[in-house]
């Protein structure tokens, strides 16, 4: 009997699992972030590399980027797993490898991954044939937001205690929401147990990115829209904290891309670093 096949996952999520692998491959060590699971998830064909969003010279602030956030998170996950928080929710998860990576943290805790129903089953038939089976601790939890499912729901269904402090990450989502569904997502993570953190990706309005890296932000600006997944919502910093406060959380921290530089990209033979454009939102419950 055949597998069915099922759909690929989106552009984004595969042009993200293609730079982290570029990042260990190309990039001088030592490497922020050694991810090529993605890679083999994906397959890509020969000369993946000539595509235009790939060229490695062009793409390389992008995908220093790309690592630095993930790298942090991870930082981030694994500090709060040894004060004792057991869950880890990945909204819009793609072709997030955390779980397959660092298992000696994913093992100690619950880790959701929520995201579209046939991106998830794609991705469970890979990792699969790619040998990596599903473990008990790793939950899917398929969400079709067409249909209006609620996540919130999806989630408690799967297992997830929302008496417990967790960790909720929301990365490169924002910019497709409408400012009415990011006030929905920031007003749900207000449910969140006591203790917990939500950190959430926000894109900079184009004049607060830095001058070097505006060709390829309005680039990347242009290609989504071109694919039908426009950039819609943008924020500076105060206007993010402000929102994120006038939702009712306390406690709201900014993490710039400068942040970034100096705890992962000191010292670089390469001079390897990240571009301006996406900062981190971190709101503790």
Known sequence: MTTKSVETPDSTAVRVALWRAMH????????????????????????????????????APFRASIV??????????????????????????????????RPEV?????????????????KRQRLIETGHPIPEWLRFVPVDFELGDSWWDRLIVAGFDPKKP????????????????????????????????????????????APEDRFGYERSMKGAQISGTPFISFFSPEEMLNLARSIGFQKVEHLSTA??????????????????????LIATI
């Open 24 to 59: 260990v491959q190309i990039d001088a060590p030592p490497h922020v972030l050694n991810d090529e699971i993605g890679f083999k998830l994906v397959s890509p064909p020969e000369g993946w590399r000539d595509r235009p969003d790939m060229h490695p010279q062009g793409t």
């Open 68 to 101: 630095a956030r993930a790298r942090f998170i991870e930082d981030l996950v694994a500090e709060q797993v040894n004060h004792g928080v057991t869950q880890y929710v990945i909204l819009g998860a793609g072709l997030d490898t955390f779980a397959q990576r």
């Open 106 to 122: 994913a093992s100690k805790i619950k880790v959701f991954e929520i995201d579209k129903p046939d991106t998830q089953a794609w």
């Open 166 to 209: 967790a960790i909720v990450t929301s990365i490169g989502v924002s910019m497709y929401l409408t400012m009415d569904a990011i006030k929905d997502t920031l007003r749900q993570m207000l449910k969140l147990a006591p203790g917990s953190k939500f950190i959430m990706t926000f894109l900079l309005p184009l004049d607060l990115v």
């Open 259 to 280: 942040d970034m530089v100096p705890r992962y990209f000191a010292n670089r033979s390469d001079g390897l670093k990240p571009s301006t454009g996406e900062e981190l």
